[in-house]
């Protein structure tokens, strides 16, 4: 039972300092959380400290490949209205 970090990851180091196991390190390119440290936070705090303070939508992701903060959660901006958004951006 660990979280993952992965390539969305923008090295801000808002996570870091809040692991209550230390699992958390500084690699290339990005930031990464040792499995073997890494407990969900489980028995010392009420969520993960790393996802409840991470900025970045999707950087952070249980065993599972699911997004502890999925797109939208952070920004509110739902998904749909991104997109859309996005592409009208890239077709001027
Ligand atoms: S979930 Fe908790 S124990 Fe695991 S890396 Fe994040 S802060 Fe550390
Ligand atoms: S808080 Fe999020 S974006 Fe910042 S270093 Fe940690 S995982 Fe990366």
Not at 7 to 15: D, G, K
Not at 54 to 59: K, L, Q, T, V, Y
């Given at each position: 039972m660990a979280l993952q970090i992965n390539?969305?990851?923008?090295?801000?180091?808002?996570?870091e300092p809040l692991c209550p196991n230390t699992a958390i390190y500084e690699a290339k390119p990005h930031f990464l959380i040792d499995p073997m440290k890494c407990t969900e936070c489980a028995g010392d705090h009420d969520d993960p400290q790393c996802a409840a303070i991470?900025?970045?939508?999707?950087?952070i992701v249980d065993d599972f490949g699911?997004?502890?903060?999925?797109?939208?959660?952070?920004?509110?901006?739902?998904p749909e209205r991104m997109a859309r958004a996005m592409a009208e951006l890239r077709s001027h």
């Open positions: 390539q969305l990851c923008v090295n801000c180091w808002a996570c991470c900025p970045i939508e999707g950087a699911v997004a502890l903060n999925p797109p939208g959660s952070l920004t509110g901006i739902p």
